[in-house]
């Protein structure tokens, strides 16, 4: 039977507003694996970048045994007397934007048009404070990060810098130069983002040295594996069963990687929206329709595709050069009016049942 409009993923996205959130609430929150976005905090467990989905792995260091390297020691030999360090409130004006925008290719996912965009957060009531470190050649500004403090923690929020400096390693310094930091302001531990279930180019950070590894929400470990099987992992093994389902079954099908599934877990007055990070279409003689892996129901389903008109916010989000040139991405917010639960023991005659009704619908309809 077909099932009218419930939700039907797990909550793979939590948000939060950020008004009024105090120093000892931002850490609590970074323990759990939240981070501070465009005037909210947010947990995500997996991300949509690289035509994939890939489960998010939370990382930390402790800043009492943080030890740099000897690479990390030559490259402070080598940059400490050629640039000077400024540290101070965050600012908006043309350079940094120019540093933003330079910035903006090697972005993945969603875009803010404007480094002002992204820094709008610390003004709308959070307690925590958001630093500015600014790196300078003489009077050139040549590499900006941000970072929130709390009251026993540091996250570091955005690096920028010139890209003609890029054998100067000025992500990786301006990360030890937050360390080094949070070490003079006795912090406890040090947030540099997170990395993704594979390797990727996000683990860079694991470069710093010895990390803590955030099993689920409930503690950390020092062994990246114990830490649990990510909701990506098991999200890609379950597609990839249904990619074989499909095919044994003779069904042509397209594999579709879709970001704004986070509006589905969002917006919950709008339990129609598609909420799942993936799916395959498959193409009938009657209709277009769609096969995915939910995650809360454990099961595979078939629902249909429609286009959402009259979300008219998503035009503040840019798209990456990520999601501009990948094969796999569909950009277009989708609804759907139905879905239909598929038994893996018995995929094929559920499937076939659907399609059949379905078509019969548009065949009465027309």
């Given at each position: 039977m077909v099932q009218q409009f419930v939700i039907f993923a797990t909550m793979l996205v939590q948000t939060a507003p950020i008004q009024g959130l105090k120093r000892s609430d931002y850490d609590d929150l970074l323990a759990k694996g939240w981070f501070r976005g465009n005037g909210i905090v947010y947990r995500s467990e997996v991300v949509c970048i690289?035509?994939?989905?890939?489960?998010?792995?939370?990382?930390?260091?402790?800043?009492?045994?943080?030890?740099?390297?000897?690479?990390?020691?030559?490259?402070?030999?080598?940059?400490?007397?050629?640039?000077?360090l400024r540290i101070g409130t965050p600012q908006s004006d043309s350079r940094r934007e120019e540093l933003y925008k330079g910035a903006i290719p090697r972005f993945k996912a969603f875009v803010h048009g404007s480094l002002e965009e992204v820094l709008l957060s610390p003004s709308v009531g959070a307690e925590f404070d958001t630093?500015?470190?600014?790196?300078?050649?003489?009077?050139?500004?040549?590499?900006?990060?941000?970072?929130?403090?709390?009251?026993?923690?540091?996250?570091?929020?955005?690096?920028?810098?010139?890209?003609?400096?890029?054998k100067q390693s000025l992500g990786i310094y301006t990360m030890l130069i937050e360390l080094e930091l949070a070490k003079k302001m006795a912090l406890e531990?040090?947030?540099?983002?997170?990395?993704?279930?594979?390797?990727?180019?996000?683990d860079y950070k694991l470069t710093l040295g010895p990390c803590e590894w955030?099993?689920?929400?409930?503690?950390?470990?020092?062994?990246?594996?114990?830490?649990?099987?990510?909701?990506?992992?098991?999200?890609?093994?379950?597609?990839?069963?249904?990619?074989?389902l499909l095919n044994s079954n003779g069904y042509d099908n397209t594999f579709r990687v879709y970001p704004y599934y986070t509006l589905g877990h969002l917006l919950l007055e709008r339990p129609d929206l598609i909420r799942?990070?993936?799916?395959?279409?498959?193409?009938?003689?009657?209709?277009?329709?769609?096969?995915?892996?939910?995650?809360?129901?454990?099961?595979?389903?078939?629902?249909?595709?429609?286009?959402?008109?009259?979300?008219d916010f998503l035009h503040r989000?840019?798209?990456?050069?990520?999601?501009?040139?990948?094969?796999?991405?569909?950009?277009?917010?989708?609804?759907?009016?139905?879905?239909?639960?598929?038994?893996?023991?018995?995929f094929s005659s559920d499937l076939h049942h659907i399609i059949q009704m379905v078509s019969h619908a548009s065949v009465v309809v027309q």
């Open positions: 690289d035509s994939m989905v890939y489960g998010i792995r939370n990382i930390r260091f402790p800043v009492s045994t943080f030890s740099m390297r000897k690479s990390h020691r030559r490259l402070f030999a080598k940059n400490n007397p050629r640039f000077s630093l500015e470190i600014s790196l300078y050649e003489g009077n050139k500004l040549i590499a900006v990060s941000y970072v929130d403090i709390g009251d026993k923690s540091m996250a570091s929020i955005l690096c920028l810098y010139d890209q003609s400096y890029k531990y040090y947030y540099p983002g997170y990395v993704l279930d594979q390797p990727s180019s996000f955030l099993n689920g929400d409930r503690h950390w470990t020092k062994n990246a594996s114990l830490a649990e099987l990510s909701k990506g992992s098991w999200i890609r093994r379950k597609m990839n069963e249904l990619e074989q799942v990070p993936a799916y395959f279409v498959i193409n009938t003689q009657a209709v277009q329709l769609a096969v995915s892996y939910d995650l809360q129901m454990d099961s595979f389903l078939c629902f249909d595709l429609k286009p959402v008109s009259d979300l989000l840019k798209f990456s050069n990520d999601y501009l040139s990948g094969p796999n991405y569909q950009l277009e917010p989708l609804c759907c009016s139905f879905f239909h639960q598929l038994r893996q023991d018995s």
